[in-house]
């Protein structure tokens, strides 16, 4: 059986999690980078860090650099070029499935964040993205789209509506609301009914113009919420029983002709295979793995339909 790179999901040679050129692509290194600090000791750093980062959410998170000299991972107060999420009680292997959702969507040619799986000094894995509102020392403006749609809540409102924000600001209309389409599609494919309005945003490029950011805070909740809905915006209406017929209103109403929807449709079920022969030699989650492939498999026969 072939075994595929944790960053790209392409075929791997040898006993590597991540091509070379992957693990140079994400940190910058010729190895994935070391991390000399525990588990238990991210709080006490991420308490140290309090008021001095802007990363948002509940989920305990470090702002982190690559040093390139020796290869490690370092806690840093400014300048950081990396998210750090490790373990969590209440969610076990949430970086294994973040990173698996997030290499999936690359599989199937939705543009990500880059990202991998390090190791802290007690063995446990982290889930670690490169920030893409830096370039360099730079830092680019991002605005999520519930700020964009002034949203009193990530959880209010519509697929339509961000499309309906995307047709109005971004650089590039036609092809970004194509990509967003595409994203809403792929939640729905790996059970991410997470995907809220900042999960969403605009990037300014060069010329001060709005373009859509690469994915990032792909993960499967269903895989770890009972009960969970098939999307936190509602499309078409909905939140829950989602079928191909409601992407097909969902691009109707964002002015989508109807055979590039179909197109785009057809190319995430025709990614199947290799998403799944990527699920199935992913190194992590193994307890999970069956679970995870049945979410995949009533995405794809509800899209189908």
């Known amino acids: 059986m072939n075994r595929y790179c944790i960053s790209c999901g392409l075929p791997l040679k040898g006993e590597d999690l991540m091509h070379e050129k992957c693990v140079r692509r994400v940190f910058s290194v010729s190895k994935i980078p070391s991390v000399r600090f525990s588990l238990n000791e991210i709080s006490e750093k991420a308490q140290e860090c309090v008021g001095k980062l802007s990363i948002s959410g509940v989920q305990p998170k470090l702002s982190t650099k690559i040093n390139r000299k020796n290869g490690e991972v370092e806690v840093v107060y400014a300048g950081g070029q990396f998210i750090l999420k490790p373990q969590t009680d209440r969610f076990p292997e949430m970086p294994q499935n973040e990173n698996m959702c997030m290499t999936i969507f690359e599989i199937a040619g939705v543009k990500t964040a880059l990202h991998g799986i390090v190791t802290l000094r007690d063995g446990s894995s982290a889930y670690i993205v490169r920030r893409f509102d830096r370039k360099g020392n730079k830092k680019i403006h991002f605005e999520d789209m519930q700020s964009v749609i002034q949203a009193d809540d990530k959880y209010t409102g519509s697929a339509e509506r961000v499309g309906e924000a995307i047709r109005a600001y971004a650089k590039f209309p036609g092809l970004e609301i194509q990509n967003f389409f595409k994203i809403v ?26 373009v859509l950011s690469p994915c990032y805070d792909i993960v499967s909740s269903k895989l770890v919420i009972k009960n969970e809905e098939d999307s936190a915006l509602t499309v078409n209406g909905k939140k829950n029983k989602l079928k191909a017929d ?22 995430v079920l025709d990614s199947r295979d290799k998403i799944m022969n990527f699920v199935e030699d992913y190194p992590f989650i193994n307890d999970k793995k069956e679970n995870f492939m049945i979410i995949l498999e009533d995405g794809y026969k509800r899209l189908k339909k």
Do not use: Q
């Not at 599609?185 to 709005?210: P, T």
């Not at 691009?251 to 057809?266: G, Q, V």
């Open 185 to 210: 599609v792929m939640n729905f494919i790996v059970g991410n009914g997470d995907g809220h309005l900042k999960n969403y945003g605009f990037l300014y490029d060069d010329d001060n113009e709005k």
């Open 246 to 267: 409601d992407f097909l209103r969902l691009a109707n109403a964002m002015k989508m002709d109807e055979s590039i929807c179909l197109n785009i449709i057809k190319e």
